[in-house]
């Protein structure tokens, strides 16, 4: 039978998605533009057994999120810019400790209260680097409403997968689009599950996850008794120990190689029409479904343009970078932000290519038009009709 | 209540050594829960300790149950979401009273609004220790404090009436002076079905009774009995001094614990009918 289509907005898909990956425990707050995330969930979680509480900010919410997924529940929390930045702390100590759970980020124009209801990507350096410390994190960014969902339980996967928090980057468009979609019928969906570790509590101390075999920690009120600690911890007892710079380094390094040693199995990048491409327009989220109208005008043009789309942002998708780098004379990265990814780009590049940068923070959607005007000017020799 | 043999409380503690300063009563308190642990036969397995950061949060590393050492002024919230993931754990959430009363004072108010069945349990020694003793928000006026060095200006918050005003609904108060009451206090919270609050007025010589009190650690202990007043006393109108404060069970109410609430939620969310 297949799937029913459905119309759906983007942050309804993300609820979706969180139930279809077995996520049963939400805490949110009220912020646009992430609110329909809470409305949708309240009246979901219960429908299939589990708990949706609205808490008193958004530091309870992260911080109520974790205790459940400690507790043995698939968590999740919702918020936007402002909340996200008071979230900081706890995403911290979700990485820390080495907590699963998904922060969905539906991203707005700031600083500050900014702009609540206009779209933005201005988290996109902050969702890496945001909490204090040397931290690795996982950050998925959809463009589109299926997207929305087809990520939420990707990043639910992910984060069982190298225990850490994973943060799915929405932004007000993409959260408020609505589009008929197909949603995955259940038995199509891998969805990883807990399990308790297949060692006798007296060895647990003993074993201790490697790169290859991050062990899933047992659950509070298990016969293991678990210590779970911010503090730098003895990765093999788990004890808290501070005065040691052989075990903060050994932590602090692990936090950070568990991720990166994995980039190929957890980066992906669409790359669309990059097939004899001189220039790429690098753009994620909803600029990319600006970036991808672009693109195929260009080639109805006879102008040789391509799209290349980081699914992954974080960790970045350097490879396909690099295949581009090599490829293209210019790459034009259009954000909703100033900068912020175009630098990493042009990092990457690292003088291989040219790098444009279009940023606008005004709350105004980047347009096909924009982007082809950016492209014209690279082939200014060309006769566009 | 009884005082289980030091063989048996060890038992429950991954190290009986600790980094807490000579003359702390911190020590005190730790021994205390684990005797009201094992005077209510509780499953070891299902209780689960979280704290926040400072001298009380500490604690989780000794405690041999499943323990969580949470951010500074979070251990309410993070104790909220593992307890209705699952319902089966006991969950003691201690804070010092700057973590509980300060940074978390918002998440305080709410956990006992909410009446969520958690028992928090705050070790109050009227100071900020782990950091090196700044005045905090049960600092008295007057107090002289590493941050109130000419005498703190503000006033001290009372944290049972904090909490009971906010809606707990068990609300008691002991000392360490008074060992078995305080572990008959403590076991009464953790039983009671809904939030609970048990404040220790603890004792700190180093950073608090050497400035304002007195450095000698019995000497502080001794104060405590001259400072508590029983409640029946002190609703009997009995005249206290600045100094002194009531102990024992000061409010007791029944209503709905959250999880039976949001089991209602649950069954008007599927339709079912009662």
Redesign the interface.
Known sequence: MPAERRLLQGNEAVAEGAIAAGARFFAGYPITPSTEIAETLSRRLPEVGGTFIQMEDEIASIAAAVGASLAGVKSLTATSGPGFSLMQEMIGYAAMTQVPCVIVDVMRGGPSTGLPTEPSQGDVMQARWGTHGEHSVIVLVPSSVEECFTLTVDAFNLSEQYRTPVIVLSDAMVGHMREAVALPLPEELRVAERSEPDVDPDEYDTVMSTLDNILQRPDLGSRFRVHVTGLVYNRRSGVPETGSPDVAQDLGRYLREKIYHHRDAIVRVEEFMMEGAEVAVFAYGSVARAARAAVRWARAQGVPVGLVRPITLWPLPTAAVDHMAEQVRTVIVPEMNIRQIAWEVQAAVAGRARVVDYGRVDGALITPEQIKDLVKKEFYYHRFS | MTRHATAEIREHL?SAKTLWCPGCTNGIVTRAMIDAYLSLDLD???V?V?AG?GCAGRI??YL????????HG?AL??????????P??VVSVVMGDGDCAAIGG??LI?AARRNVDLTAIVFNNDIYGMTGGQAGPTTHEGDVSKTSPFGHPEPAFDICELARAAGATFVARGTPYAYLKLVQLLAGGIVHKGFSLVEVMSACPTYYGRFNQTPVPAEMLKLQQKQAVPVEKYKAGAPMTEEQFPVGVLHHVERTEYLEA?EG??R???GIKV
């Open positions: 991954r070891p397995e299902k689960t979280v950061i989780t590393a041999d149950y499943s323990t969580v050492h949470t951010a979070r919230a993070v104790a909220t979401g593992a307890k209705l993931a699952d089966e754990l918002n998440h709410h949001y939620v649950r008007r969310a599927t």
